[in-house]
Structures are given as C-alpha cells and as structure tokens.
C-alpha cells in the first residue's frame, strides 16, 4: 500500500513524531463509568505504527488536553519518551519538548484533529489531520488520513514518515 509521500517532501527531515489521543489514538468519543471513571480505547495498530517509528529511530510525544490515567498508562506501554497532559496549548507545549531536545518545528510531524491542535500543525515540517476532524483543521493540514482517528490513522501517519524515509520496507520486510 503506497501513501504516495511525492508531495510531502518535508517527511525525510522528521525526528519527532507528535500525536493528539482524543480524535487520533481514540476515535474520539468520551466514555465514562457510573461512577466517574473515563474509559479510552486504543488501536493495536495504531500502537505498532508508533513501535515502528521509535525502531526507525523517530522520536515520539503526545500532547493531549485531557488528563487520565489511561494516556500515561499508554504512553509507557509504547515506550512513548515525551508526554504532555491536561494541555490544551498544545504549541506551548510542543515548544516545551523543542526545547528539552533536539527537535525543532523543522524536524516535528503532528497529527490533530480540532481546534487546539491548529497551531501546532501550521508550525510544524508536516502537519496532518483524520477524515473525522474538524473541516477547518482538515483545511490547514498538509495531509489527511484515509482512516478515521481511533481507527487506524495514526498508524497510517507513521508508515506515511517511514515511507517518506525510504525505511518501510525495510521495517516490513522484518515480519515475512
């Protein structure tokens, strides 16, 4: 499956992977127990793609505006090295990680889906968004997924980077 990376050729420059949760590693939808507690449900895929980048040497980050257990309980399970919760400031909080590293807008990709996730997109190498997200976000992304937040299209942003790298195959090439 090619993602066609042509026209995306800021994609060999990247070293931070970034990563909204609600809208891209969920799909979205909040659900809360009876008594309070949030429940978040992630895709298996979308957790292999991330494995792939951290393989290929790509950094990784979350910056969510929401708090929860789950995220960090995620975020650990994946080996994911910069988290950011409870941020809806998710460009001060990219520049945070910039920062702290050796990252920089020039080497960053994110994937958002709304409103708080614009200004990091517009700042970074390669911004994208999900068929699901807001159409305005959509509008100002440099790429859209073909499967909706929750559903894959986080994976599909990271095999979009691998391919744009030419390291893919190699990657996939592992598993036969």
């Not at 790509?58 to 994911?80: F, N």
């Not at 910039?98 to 960053?108: I, K």
């Not at 409103?115 to 700042?123: E, Q, R, V």
Request: aromatic fraction near 6%; charge should be negative; glycine fraction near 10%.
């Amino acid at each position: 499956m090619s993602h066609k990376t042509e026209g995306h050729p800021n994609l060999s420059k990247i070293t931070l992977a970034v990563f909204d949760v609600d809208g891209i590693l969920t799909n979205g939808q909040l659900l809360f127990l009876a008594n309070g507690q949030e429940v978040k449900q992630f895709s298996t895929l979308d957790g292999l793609g991330i494995k792939l980048l951290m393989q290929a040497g790509i950094d990784t980050a979350i910056i969510t505006g929401r708090s929860s257990p789950q995220v960090e309980l995620r975020s650990k399970s994946l080996g994911i090295n910069h988290l950011k919760q409870g941020r809806e400031d998710k460009l001060t909080a990219l520049q945070e990680i910039w920062q702290m590293t050796q990252h920089s807008a020039d080497t960053t990709a994110y994937i958002g889906d709304d409103y708080p996730d614009l200004s990091a997109i517009k700042a970074c190498a390669f911004g994208a968004s999900v068929p699901n997200g807001h159409p305005f976000v959509k509008q100002h992304a440099d790429w859209c997924t073909t499967n909706a937040g929750g559903e894959g299209a986080a994976r599909e942003f990271c095999e979009l980077i691998l391919e744009g790298q030419g390291k893919l195959e190699q990657l996939q090439s592992t598993y036969l």
